[in-house]
């Protein structure tokens, strides 16, 4: 299983666009990079996914670099309500179901 | 649409008693998913199920035992609680035949065992 690397925590102005980087030197060509938000101990949330192309959603920007060992989740405009613990996965499938590991995440504040 | 369900939200127990973590999802999903979750850390992935009728070991199951009783609902049980089984547990659902694939989880229950 491909594993990821995080900054364990990060802080961001109310406005700006937060830059979460994620680190899987070790992910397979066939791997995608999942992102999950877990907002105060509620369950964990998907934002957003890709394999080798940047993505965009209405929640946010996936930058993956060319050589697919990093990536950068990019929330545009944070707001107060963005704060949370941030999961970079890589997706690992089993017999049809989706192996989710996780990591310590980072954790984002947005500050007013 | 409820999503996903989970009860109860809390529960104390003493140790070495027993109990079951109800979970039930309305989107019709084929794969459900338990969860851990210890302060500060990540979750865990404790059974899963990718279909009905079968159920499969994740990453710590020791002292746990699954059911999915049909294609709604996947319920874990303790045998014999342990201190160590504090925690707070989530239920996931997904069907892997639609992109994105992503999992829905549930609100979580939090057990606290004494």
């Known amino acids: 299983d491909a594993k990821t690397t995080q900054p364990p925590s990060m802080d961001c102005a109310e406005g700006r666009a937060a830059n979460l980087p994620c680190n899987h030197s070790?992910?397979?060509?066939?791997?995608?990079v999942y992102w999950y938000r877990q907002i105060h101990s509620q369950g964990p949330q998907y934002i957003i996914h890709?394999?080798?192309n940047n993505e965009t959603n209405e929640m946010a920007s996936l930058i993956i670099t060319e050589d697919r060992k990093s990536s950068t989740l990019i929330l545009p405009h944070a707001t107060l309500r963005d704060t949370a613990v941030y999961y970079c996965?890589?997706?690992?499938?089993?017999?049809?179901?989706?192996?989710?590991?996780f990591g310590q995440g980072t954790r984002l504040t947005i500050n007013p | 649409n409820a999503g996903v369900t989970q009860t109860p939200k809390f529960q104390v127990l003493k140790t070495g008693q027993s109990m079951t973590l109800q979970c039930a999802q309305d989107?019709?999903?084929?794969?459900m998913y338990w969860y851990r979750q210890d302060p500060g850390m990540g979750l865990r992935l404790i059974y899963y199920?990718?279909?009905?009728?079968?159920?499969d070991k994740g990453e710590v199951p020791n002292g746990y035992n699954v059911s999915r009783l049909n294609k709604r609902e996947f319920s874990l049980r303790l045998e014999s609680a342990a201190p160590s089984q504090t925690s707070v547990y989530f239920c996931?659902?997904?069907?892997?035949?639609?992109?994105?694939?992503?999992?829905?989880f549930g609100p979580g229950t939090r057990l606290t065992v004494l």
């Open positions: 890709g394999l080798k």
């Open positions: 199920s990718a279909s009905e009728g079968t159920t």
């Open positions: 070790t992910i397979s060509g066939n791997e995608y």
């Open positions: 989107m019709n999903h084929n794969s």
């Open positions: 996965i890589v997706r690992v499938a089993l017999q049809g179901a989706q192996k989710l590991v």
């Open positions: 996931a659902s997904s069907e892997i035949w639609t992109s994105p694939n992503e999992q829905f």
